[in-house]
């Protein structure tokens, strides 16, 4: 069964609280190391039937910048690699 996670941005300014919301929204692994290597392992092992929606990014995006554009990279990667995974982004 579809697992749906809405993750609202607004707010979010730095990587930490960036990684500190990931842990509080989604269902990650315990030993998860709060880096983008994690969170692709996370999407790849765990993220079966995740429908992760990310929205309000405007702001974090543009905070984060390239952090932010490797974020959306290793989304679109874990996605390739686990077809039960799904992410959008959302302004």
């Given at each position: 069964?579809?697992?749906?996670?809405?993750?609202?941005?607004?707010?979010?300014?730095?990587?930490?609280?960036?990684?500190?919301?990931?842990?509080?929204?989604?269902?990650?692994?315990?030993?998860?190391?709060?880096?983008?290597?994690?969170?692709?392992?996370?999407?790849?092992?765990?993220?079966?039937?995740?429908?992760?929606?990310?929205?309000?990014?405007?702001?974090?995006e543009?905070?984060?910048?390239?952090?932010?554009?490797?974020?959306?990279?290793?989304?679109?990667?874990?996605?390739?690699?686990?077809?039960?995974?799904?992410?959008?982004?959302?302004?």
């Amino acid at each position: 069964m579809e697992k749906v996670f809405y993750l609202n941005l607004t707010g979010i300014s730095t990587t930490d609280e960036l990684q500190d919301y990931l842990v509080k929204e989604l269902p990650l692994p315990e030993y998860y190391g709060r880096n983008l290597d994690a969170l692709y392992d996370a999407l790849t092992e765990a993220g079966d039937d995740w429908n992760i929606i990310f929205y309000n990014i405007s702001g974090a995006e543009e905070k984060l910048g390239q952090y932010f554009d490797n974020i959306k990279r290793v989304c679109s990667d874990a996605c390739l690699e686990n077809h039960k995974l799904k992410v959008r982004f959302y302004l």
